[in-house]
């Protein structure tokens, strides 16, 4: 599975594909896409568009994984980068790749091991993790999102495998049995 | 002047086409898009984006006009509008159209003659001004704020032709003055 980690900015957007399983997962691209800041709002948004189009494009990932947002103190700031997490969520809409959302506490614990790690911890793990050279955070937390989907996949499909094994629900094992009854009493 | 006015949101975003000049503005084209509840958010932007691209294709404004954002008592729902706000300068500014920004207090101002006029004032004005048959509040919204940069872009026209007429600045006369009296002196 190829995942696409976003973490959403205006001025910086962290990006970063990671494909395998848990246990081998490979960093296939990272960067930070940065607009131009002298240029009006509607322009930068335009200009992330087409980078986030880009990536989308080249590297064909099977989902996305993208931060959720919460308010900060600077309201001026959270409403710029609600700006910027619309303009991506749209691009990747557009283009028919599903999207995953987790919060910052589920995206900590699935690199870090619990949810109130500092954000050294989390680049310190993502390098680790993905051999990822670089030092910008926002591509560290783009590494960790996506690193955060790959575990929960992972999850999922165990605990999915799980019941399947076990069969059914009470409900249907309480069918098979009557069935099996009703067969033996015929015989 | 063709001007697109626009009151953002996720669920419903009002559109309105208006042209002319103040004191006979013509209403173009006026509506409400909707998207569907039911789909994800990167499906609903998505969706978003292709609508209001589609007004700027079909109505081809000179400018766009948007109303400035301010976070409501719900943060949820602040977030969302958010989101959509980005897409629709993303779509405005990818079509290579100008925007203009406004509070809503200038918008009141500009179609009431007071800033803090009710929705309801807003609404009877709009429809007084433009005929506009419509009980939707977003699509009143959106005529108010293409009324309002048409009121702006008079005015700073006016002040702009005056500024001209009196020539130049208080240097610029100066520096006129003080030519006129050495050519005055050579002849």
Do not use: W
């Amino acid at each position: 599975m190829r995942v696409l980690g976003v973490d959403p900015g205006l001025g910086r957007t962290g990006v970063a594909v990671v494909e395998g399983a848990p246990g081998a997962l490979r960093l296939v691209h990272a960067a930070r896409i940065d607009t131009v800041p002298q240029t009006s709002e509607p322009a930068r948004l335009a200009n992330l568009y087409d980078l986030v189009a880009d990536v989308l494009e080249s590297y064909t990932p099977d989902v996305a994984a993208v931060e959720q947002l919460f308010f900060s103190t600077n309201r001026r700031t959270a409403m710029r980068v609600g700006e910027a997490r619309g303009v991506i969520l749209c691009a990747i809409g557009r283009a028919g790749v599903h999207v995953a959302e987790y919060t910052p506490t589920q995206v900590k614990e699935a690199v870090c091991g619990y949810g109130a790690a500092h954000k050294k911890q989390v680049m310190r793990m993502t390098s680790r993790l993905l051999a990822l050279d670089s030092d910008a955070d926002d591509v560290a937390d783009a590494c960790a999102v996506a690193v955060c989907h790959h575990h929960r996949a992972r999850l999922s499909a165990l605990t999915g495998t799980r019941r399947r094994q076990a069969g059914s629900s009470p409900l249907e094992r309480a069918v098979a049995r009557a069935r099996a009854r009703f067969e033996a009493a015929r015989r």
